[in-house]
C-alpha cells in the first residue's frame, strides 16, 4: 500500500509517501509559509502537494493518507478510520492541543476535498498512553474537574514510543512484552515514558505536552501557585498561555531554543547557556531516576528524537547525573555518530543505554495502512470526510 503521510501545522504542512510492502519511503518534503499571500490556507498547500506528487511517485497512485493528530483524549485509544464525526471529535479536542489539532482538522478536511474518495486515519499521539494506570493519570484535584473537563495526564509522542520501545527490546534481545525501559524523546518538545512490560505506565507530559522537561520553548514543571501570582498581577490566560510554551524553557534560560546553539554558547564560556543546560539535563535525570523506580528498574535507558540522537553533550550531561543507578557512559561510544541503534553505555554499567532512531513517519504509515485494511469490510457509509 502507497501511504501519504501528513504532519499539519498550523503554517506548515510536512509530508511523506511510504510503500508500507517495501518499507521504503519514496518522497518526502514540507510546504511552508501557509497563511502567506503564496499559500493562504490548507487547501491551497494540498493543491501544492497534489503538483509535487505525480512526479514522484512516476504514474503511482496514492492507496491512503495517515494524519498525525496530537491529542485523541480519551475516547481514541488506538488508529481510527476518519469520518466527519471523527474530524468534529478531533476539533473539539482542540483546547487541549491549540497548536495542533486545528491545524490537523484543517489538513484532513484539505485532503477529503481534493481526494476525497481516498481513505484517512487519525494516528494518535495520546494513544501509546492509555494504558497508564489511574495512580499514574490521576491530578489530585476535585473528581468534578475530570468528570467535567477531562483533566487528568494524557502523555504525548506516543507514536514515537510505540516505535522506539520495541526496536531497542529486539536489539537486547528481549521480548517487546516482557520490555521494561526508560525512554526520552528529546527534542524541540521533549519528555519521558516509563515502559513497563512494553506497555507505558507513566510519562512526563501531562494533560497538555507543556508538563514535564524544559523544553525548547516550555517551561516543564513549574509551581502552579506562580501562574496564580501573575494573574493577580495582572497578566491574563493569553499572556501566561504565551509564556508558558513560546517564551519559556532552554530560550528563557539561556537565550536560546535551539540545543546545538546552546552547547556551542556553553563550550566558549557562556555561563548562562551552561546553566541552561544544567538546568535541563538535571531535571530529565529525576524523571530519569523517578521512572527506573516506577518500572521495577528498567532494562535499558534509551535516548531518541533530534536532541537524544544527536547531543552527545546532552546525553553526557544527563548520564553523569545517574551514578547511583550504576550507570556509565562509553565516552568514546557517546561521541560516534552511526546509523541505527548504538550503545552507548560502559561495559560495567548496571543499565545498558541505547540510543535509538525514531521513526514516526514510517510508524503512521505502517497503522495506517493497517487500519485501512481492518475496516475494508467496513458498513458503507464509513469512509473518509
Known sequence: MLVLVINSGSSSLKYQVRDTSSGELLVKGIIDRIGEEAVPDHGAAL?????????????????????????????????????????RSIERLSPLAPLHNPASARGIRAVHDKWPDIPQVAVFDTAFHRTLPEHAWRYALPDSLYRRYGIRRYGFHGTSYGYVAPEAARFLGIKPEEFDAVIAHLGNGASVAAIKDGRSIDTSMGFTPLEG?????????????????LLREGYDADTLDNLLNRESGLLALGGASDMRTLEDAAAAGNTTAATALEVAAYRLAKYIGAYHVAVGG??????TAGIGENSPVFRELTLDRLGALGITLDRDANQRREPGVRLISGTDSAVPVLVVPTDEEEAIAEATAETVVRNSAAPEGTGSN
Open 47 to 87: 493543491e501544492e502537494l497534489a503538483r509535487r506528487l505525480p512526479e514522484a511517485l512516476d504514474g503511482r497512485q496514492v492507496d491512503a493518507v495517515g494524519h498525525r493528530v496530537v491529542h485523541g483524549g480519551e475516547r481514541f485509544s488506538e488508529p481510527v478510520l476518519i469520518d466527519n464525526e471523527i474530524v
Open 213 to 229: 522537561l524544559v523544553m525548547g520553548t516550555r517551561s516543564g514543571d513549574v509551581d502552579p501557585s506562580i501562574l496564580v501570582f
Open 298 to 303: 528498567a532494562q535499558a535507558l534509551v535516548f
